[in-house]
């Protein structure tokens, strides 16, 4: 069964009008099944980010998309507000790259969390929320102790595990990651992934983890595709991928992740 599928999907971002259309993302297509996990890797500014912000309709405005997603059959681009609404978070949630564009430095972690909660399920009592979102937090290993604390009383490591359980909230179906470890240490970095894996194994959840880190995406994935240029060059299982490369660029990609 496929969860969502990516078919020939172009992006271009706002231009001056005479310019010719650049496409950031250039004629992309995959499949993600639930409890799949799919590493896009590449090098900053192939596009492999523009591909996961297309996906949530989080594009700024005026960008240009052809090609579509589709979700259950619908097409994510068709969606009303309100479907919309329900696409992002219920069904398919973000982790960024700075758990802190997720944070509002004046909230408190529990509030965070019961504020999500009740955007999506009004009819839930603060207590109610307050006892899902612990579960939550727990999931990630932050314990009930940290609930009326702030961001900025958290270190790295520990914000981006409640941006991951603000993630899990809505029990999504699949995790968009983008660059989620880049500004934590290696240690912390592998404590954070083997976390969200784990998660998604548990509940069956597809991940889709975007890195420019060969290496990495090859421990935590079970297929990779490889963006280059705004376009998708080779596409397959870790292991073939890892051992047996086919383009030039995924080989220079494993060149320098072996130095």
């Not at 309100?82 to 973000?94: I, K, P």
């Not at 790259?97 to 504020?115: F, K, N, W, Y």
């Not at 932050?142 to 603000?166: C, D, K, T």
């Not at 592998?190 to 090859?218: F, K, N, P, W």
Request: contains cysteine; charged residues 20%; aromatic residues 6%.
């Amino acid at each position: 069964m496929t969860l969502l599928a990516v078919n020939n999907l172009r992006v271009a971002y706002p231009h001056r009008s005479n310019y010719k259309t650049t496409w950031a993302v250039n004629d992309v297509s995959f499949t993600l099944k639930p409890g799949e996990k799919l590493g896009l890797v590449g090098e900053s500014g192939c596009g492999k980010s523009t591909i996961g912000r297309a996906i949530m309709r989080l594009l700024p405005t005026g960008s240009q998309t052809e090609g579509e997603v589709i979700y259950k059959e619908k097409s994510v681009f068709n969606l009303n507000p309100t479907e919309l609404r329900l696409l992002r978070g219920e069904v398919v949630a973000l982790v960024f790259q700075d758990p802190m564009t997720r944070l509002d430095p004046l909230m408190t972690i529990g509030d965070h969390c019961v504020e999500t909660l009740k955007a999506h399920q009004s009819q839930l009592s603060y207590q109610q929320a307050k006892q899902k979102a612990i579960e939550a937090l727990e999931s990630v290993r932050i314990p009930p102790n940290r609930w009326g604390q702030y961001p900025h009383e958290f270190s790295g490591g520990m914000r981006q595990r409640v941006a991951i359980a603000l993630a899990l909230l809505l029990n999504p179906k699949a995790i968009v990651a983008d660059e989620p470890t880049t500004s934590l240490d290696v240690t912390v970095s592998a404590e954070i992934l083997d976390e969200l894996t784990r998660l998604c194994s548990e509940r069956e959840m597809a991940l889709l983890l975007i890195s420019h880190d060969l290496a990495m995406i090859g421990e935590y994935c079970d297929r990779i595709a490889v963006m280059y240029n705004g376009k998708m060059v080779e596409t397959g299982d870790t292991k073939s991928i890892l051992y047996n490369p086919q383009h030039e660029y995924t080989k220079s990609l494993l060149q320098a992740a072996l130095h």
